[in-house]
């Protein structure tokens, strides 16, 4: 297992760490903010690629595809 690996293990552990919290404050953006840090971990740890090439690929598809709620329309 390589370093990209391990980091993107643990920004998703981290991640679900967030949603937790937001859930018990009931704090929204808190809860966003984790599954944005979920998604990248898991991206960079399947991938095994550096923390900000995922988050590059994670804002350039959110950016794409930011009007899905429009699409069943």
Do not use: P, T, Y
């Not at 920004?11 to 859930?23: A, D, P, Y």
């Not at 979920?38 to 095994?48: P, S, T, Y």
């Amino acid at each position: 297992m390589n370093r990209d690996r391990l980091q993107g293990i643990c920004k998703r552990v981290g991640g679900e760490l967030k949603i937790g919290w937001g859930r018990l404050s009931n704090d929204s953006q808190a809860m966003a903010a984790g599954r944005r840090d979920r998604i990248a971990g898991k991206v960079q740890e399947l991938r095994g690629i550096s923390r900000q090439e995922a988050e590059r690929q994670l804002k350039d598809f959110l950016r794409r595809h930011r009007n899905w709620s429009n699409l069943s329309r």
